[in-house]
């Protein structure tokens, strides 16, 4: 399996750190964000990877180039102004190619271990009668930043109703089956994740460990803490 690093933000909540910086280069207990995420996919067995980048995006290549010392193979998805996660992703797949793959955001920082997301998904898969989809979302309890949730679930499903909305966490599985009506140019994700769990196509890991959404510098700095724990 690939994986996608969506890189491309401008990180204005972040902002000063990120006038200079991009924010996938900010540091957390002193590697930059996207180091981490790229360490934690090699450790599962995933070794392509794609990023995309648009502003500042020129230091995420300097800094990583080829990947190859961190032992992955990284290729560019270049933004010229941001296309929004939609249409990042959709920009991509000519790089990511016609089967499943990961998609992590580089600002989220969440302890799970990939490999076992994957086997998470395996073995839904596997106790089933039939398991099919466009995409697998990790969920997560609602942060404090964000306590209405954004998607109902309900066991290992995401639905239109239900008793309990769960936060998407920014780490999912998609097929690019997801984005086959799209077309290019910049557009968000969600809509396009309403309308395939409207058709239930959207399946679902929930996970309660550590997770966070490093989006400003006081979270960066509550990040540090906890690593140095």
Known sequence: MKAMILAAGRGDRMRPLTDVCPKPLLKAGGIPLIEHHINKLRKAGIIEIVINHAYLGQQIEDYLQDGQALGVAIRYSHEDTAL????????????????????????????????????????????????????????????????????????????????????????????????????????????????????NLITATYYNGYWLDVGTPERLIQLNRHLEL
């Open 84 to 199: 929004e996660t939609g249409g990042g992703i959709f920009q991509a797949l000519p790089l990511l190619g016609d089967a499943p793959f990961l998609v992590v955001n580089a600002d989220v920082w969440c302890d799970i271990d990939y490999g076992q997301l994957l086997q998470s998904i395996n073995a839904q898969s596997a106790n089933a009668q039939s398991i099919s989809g466009l995409a697998h979302l990790l969920m997560i309890n609602n942060p404090v930043h964000n306590p209405q949730g954004d998607f109902y679930y309900t066991n290992g499903r995401l639905s239109k109703s239900g008793e309990e909305k769960l936060t998407y966490s920014g780490i999912g599985i998609y097929y690019p089956q997801l984005f086959a009506e799209c077309v290019a140019g910049a557009f968000p994700l969600a809509p396009l994740l309403r309308k395939a769990i409207s058709d």
